[in-house]
C-alpha cells in the first residue's frame, strides 16, 4: 500500500464518547488499499473490536492486520466463505474487495445475518445488485454502500439546496468530472476485477451526489457511451495498456422520472483538463458547483446561486462547510454501528434502496454503449 493511501486515513481521535460495554465484532473482506478507511476507523472506536480479516491473497490479510496494524489476536482466513464460516460472533462485515467481488460476499453475509458496509461501487451489473438487496430484504439486516461524501457538510448543503426548493421545479442538471491524466492500475482497470471503469470508479460518486440532492428520481431511459481510447493506448497507459480492458471515459443523457435530464460525463484520461462543473438548472434559480474530484469526499469553495430578486438578476457565492473531525470513512462507519447495533433510527445509513438508481443508470450505459442507442431502464421488483 502506497504512503498517499495510508496517510489519509491518519486521524485524530474521534472525539466522541463511546460507552464501551459491549464489543461489536466486526470482520473485514478484502485487505487491499481501501480497507484502510474501515479499519483505521473501527480501531478509534473502543466499543468496536476487528476479530477476523480475510484476503485471496495468502498472507495479506495477516500482513496487514497483524504487521501493520498490530491487531495481533485477528484471525485471518483465505476468503470471505471462510471466514464467516468459522467466525459465527460477528455482528458486522466492511467488505472491501474489488467491483466483481462485491455481491458474492455481500450475499454470503446477509445470508449468514451479518450487517454489510458494503465498499462503492454497489456492484458491477444491475442484476448482481437486484440479487443483494432480494439476500438483505431476506435477512433483515442492515446494509449501507460506501459512500462517505454523504456525510461531507457541503454536499448535506448542495442537498438542502435543491431539497428547500430554492431553485423551484428542477428540469436540467449536467454533472461529471475527472482527470486529464489519472487512470489507476492494480485491480480497477481489468473487466474481471474492476469490471467497470472510471464509472464505477469515480463516476458514481458524480450520480450520487446530484441523484442524492434531487431526492432519488427514478431513472426511466439512457443514452450512454463508453470508451477507452486512453487506456488502451501504451503512449498513454504504459505496460497496463495491454490488459486494459474498462472504460476510461463514459458519458450519458439520462431521462428521469418528474421531468429531470441529467447530462453526464466522467474521465479517467482526456485531453482537456475538465469535462465541466456541476449545474443544476430549476424554475426559479440554478446552482453551480465547481468542478472538483467529489469523489476525495467534498465539493470545492466556490459554489454559487442564481436567482432573480425583484427582476434583477443575482448571483450569490455561497459558504463552503470544512468537512471536520472525525474523517467521513469513521461517519461512514459508525453510523452503520449507530443503526445496526444501537437501532438509532436517525443514524443516516446509504441504503441500497437508493443507490440501486445509480447503480441502474451505469448499468444503462454500458447497455446502451454496447448497442449504440438509448436503454430502457428497467429495475425488477425486489
Ligand atoms: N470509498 C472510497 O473512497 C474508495 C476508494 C477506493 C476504492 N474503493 C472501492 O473499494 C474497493 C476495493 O478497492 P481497493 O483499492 O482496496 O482494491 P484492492 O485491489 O487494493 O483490494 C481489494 C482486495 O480484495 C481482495 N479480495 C478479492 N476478492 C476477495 C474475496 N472474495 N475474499 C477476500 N478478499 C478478496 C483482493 O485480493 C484485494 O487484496 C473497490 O470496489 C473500490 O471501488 C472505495
Redesign the pocket.
Known sequence: ?SDA?LSQFKQEEAKEEIKADRKIKVGI?????????HIASYLQMPDVEIIAA????PT??ASVMHNYHGVKNCRC?????E?IDNEPELDLVS????????A??AIYALEHGLHVIL???FTVTLDEAIEVMKAEKKSGKILSI???PRYDYSMQYVRDIVQSGTLGKIYYVQTGGGRRRGI?G???IEKS??GIGAL??IGCYSLDMVMNALGHPKPLTVSGYTSAFFGQNPKYNGEDAERFSVDDFGAAFIRLEGGIIIDFRISWAMHADTPGDTIILGTEGALRIPSCDC???TIEPGLKLYRDVCGKQTETPLPYIPKGEPLL?YR?CRAVIERAIYGKEDAMIVPSSEIIYNQAIIDAIVKSSELGREVEVVIPEI
Not at 482466513?77 to 466463505?81: D, G, S, V
Not at 467488505?95 to 462485491?102: A, G, M, R, S
Open positions: 500500500m493511501v473482506i478484502g485487505t487491499g488499499g481501501i480497507s484502510e478507511g480475510c484476503d485471496i491473497v495479506k490479510a482466513y483465505l476468503n470471505h466463505k471466514m467488505i472491501c474487495t474489488y467491483n466483481t467481488q462485491h458474492g460476499p465498499e462503492k461501487p460506501g459512500f462517505q489507476p492494480g485491480t480497477f476485477t474492476g464505477g470508479d469523489w476525495n469526499g470513512f461512514k
